[in-house]
């Protein structure tokens, strides 16, 4: 239940502008969940929603991929790089496993570096591979998340 609502929480912050705690509870209620403000408010941590600018100059909730934003195709190079050179990518409990293009992986390791990723550890690069070191597993999946967008759109 707790992973379904999380998934919802997401998916809410994705496609609306959540302002607050109390509307995130509230669209939560709607949807049928029963949940408080204490919920709502260690769903938050525990997703590291982070609060960004929004279009009437306040803020509004988002998932971080990367500290300082997602990969995103404004990201421009590494977005290219994953689109075009990441075959695979899977985790096992905190570790991120990427299966790249041969001689490819080092490439995207160094940018990867240079994104400072939000929660990963750190990186080991071969030729075709690349294993990223996260923090939690929930970290791992938000990063295999989002990496399989990225190359799903070029598919």
Same mark, same amino acid.
Not at 33 to 51: F, G, H, M, N, P
């Given at each position: $239940?707790?992973?379904?609502? &999380?998934?919802?929480?997401?998916?809410? +912050?994705? %496609? *609306?502008?959540?302002?607050? &705690?109390?509307?995130?509870?509230? %669209?939560? @209620?709607?949807?049928?969940?029963?949940?408080? @403000?204490?919920?709502?408010?260690?769903?938050?941590?525990?997703?590291?929603?982070?609060? #960004?600018?929004?279009? %009437?100059?306040?803020? *509004?909730?988002?998932?971080?991929?990367?500290?300082?934003?997602?990969?995103?195709?404004?990201?421009?190079?590494?977005?290219?790089?994953?689109?075009?050179?990441?075959?695979?990518?899977?985790?096992? +409990?905190?570790?991120? +496993?990427?299966?790249?293009?041969?001689? $490819?992986?080092?490439? #995207?390791?160094?940018?990867?570096?240079?994104?400072?990723?939000?929660?990963? +550890?750190?990186?080991?690069?071969?030729?075709?591979? #690349?294993?990223?070191?996260?923090?939690?597993?929930?970290?791992?999946?938000?990063?295999?998340?989002?990496?399989? @967008?990225?190359?799903?759109?070029?598919?």
């Amino acid at each position: $239940m707790k992973n379904e609502r &999380q998934e919802k929480i997401i998916k809410f +912050v994705a %496609e *609306k502008e959540i302002k607050t &705690q109390e509307m995130l509870c509230e %669209e939560l @209620q709607k949807a049928g969940y029963r949940v408080t @403000q204490a919920t709502v408010s260690r769903d938050i941590k525990e997703l590291a929603l982070i609060k #960004i600018p929004d279009a %009437e100059g306040g803020s *509004k909730y988002a998932v971080p991929a990367l500290k300082r934003g997602s990969i995103s195709e404004s990201d421009g190079l590494l977005f290219s790089i994953i689109a075009e050179s990441v075959k695979d990518v899977d985790y096992a +409990v905190n570790t991120v +496993v990427v299966k790249c293009a041969s001689g $490819m992986a080092q490439a #995207i390791c160094a940018k990867l570096d240079s994104t400072d990723l939000y929660n990963a +550890v750190g990186t080991l690069a071969g030729d075709d591979t #690349i294993f990223v070191l996260m923090r939690t597993e929930k970290d791992a999946a938000r990063l295999v998340k989002e990496f399989s @967008q990225i190359i799903g759109k070029c598919k």
